[in-house]
């Protein structure tokens, strides 16, 4: 089906016609059924719902407290200010990310202080971190990048020492774990996004689980508007007045995300296992051609959200062109985030500030990486990559 509205969008769009799309969620007739029936209640925003969804997955993650986010960016920024992390502090994360979680540190009003990677997984150094810790921090926001842990023990240990906060940002590690330890069960919270093309969608949303029960309580306050009762309590209770009590936002998951999040909550590892073959089968057929991507570190589960190479920066928009010639989806995850015009402008970054993230961001290219993809599909990008090279 998107298969075909996609071809009829090259036609009459005029947008590239793709063999293997970078993308494609598997929405499908559970999907469908759930939201169906969605409709059928009275509850559009913030009901039963919702409140299902997150139960389910504080059941999965085995962390205690759930709250829906409508995205991971306000998810991100609702923790800072849960935290009550702002104007004059100071938060350590990583350059190599999506701009979102730097971004979240500014909309809170504090400063972000970037420290560079580790070349084998583009996750932020934990070797490096202490030397970044001023007296102003007040939080690290570890970034799980494409889905591979980054080093929660090291980093809870800094943070301790130094009396930090831990947000993770977990957009792109739902099912990961290293040394057995998942998202969220050392950090004081973890965000998580249900963006269009992360693992779990429902287009946009969010959510972030904590083990800590006053933290939640709070995040429920700020995610609406300050307001002692959420819109389904206002219904189905007997009529109370409701009382503002801190200012808050307005950042709350609704049911229609949740009615689409829940059927693919239940089949998760199945996706995440076919994710995993497809990944090997990259890495196979490009270990053989001696081409580049990141490495896995011992006792890790990689959630495997994104398949990334890294090849010769001068090669690598002519490989994203050629790619995208032969029809298939490609995406670059990511370029420093501290080389972006507005971060050079405002902090007066330049090159050589985080060298490792930026060899990679000028190096890494993402190839298509979700359950519905064929074998067919996976040999198709491999033999579209090979050919560049030859
Ligand atoms: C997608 C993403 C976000 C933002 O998620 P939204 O739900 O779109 O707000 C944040 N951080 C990372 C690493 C992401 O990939």
Known sequence: MS??????????????????????????????????RCLQGVFLTAGPLTRRFEEEFAGYLQIPYVIGTYSCTSALFLCLKALGIGRGDEVITTPMTFIATANAVLEAGARPVFVDVEPLTGNLDAELLEAAVSERTRAIIPVHLYGHP??????RRIADKRGLKVIEDAAHCVEGARDGI??????????????????????????????????????????????????????????RHWDMVCLGYKANMFDIQAALLLPQLRAIEQRWRRREEIACRY??????????????????????????IRVDPAMRDELLLHLQESGIGVAVNYRAVH????????????????????RIGASTLSLPLYPGMSDGDVDTVITAVLSFFR
Do not use: W
């Not at 890495?283 to 990334?308: E, M, S, Y």
């Open 283 to 308: 890495q196979q057929a490009f270990a053989a051609a001696g081409i580049d991507f990141p490495g896995t570190v011992p006792k890790t589960k990689h959630a495997r959200h994104l398949f990334t």
């Open 339 to 358: 080389l972006l015009s507005y971060y050079r402008e405002r902090f007066g970054y330049r090159q050589g500030c985080y060298p490792v993230a930026e």
């Open 3 to 36: 298969r075909e509205i996609f071809s009829q969008l090259g036609e009459d769009g005029g947008e590239l016609s793709m063999n293997v799309e970078f993308y494609r969620h598997g929405l499908g007739a559970e999907e469908a059924e759930s939201v169906a």
């Open 150 to 155: 980054c080093d929660m023990k090291a980093i």
């Open 182 to 239: 998942r998202p969220g069960q050392l950090a004081d919270a973890a965000c998580f996004s249900f963006y269009a093309t992360k693992a779990l969608t429902s287009g946009e949303g969010g959510a972030i689980a904590t083990r800590h029960e006053d933290l939640a309580e709070r995040l429920r306050l700020l995610r609406s508007h300050g307001m002692n009762k959420e819109a389904a309590d206002r219904y189905t209770d007997r009529y």
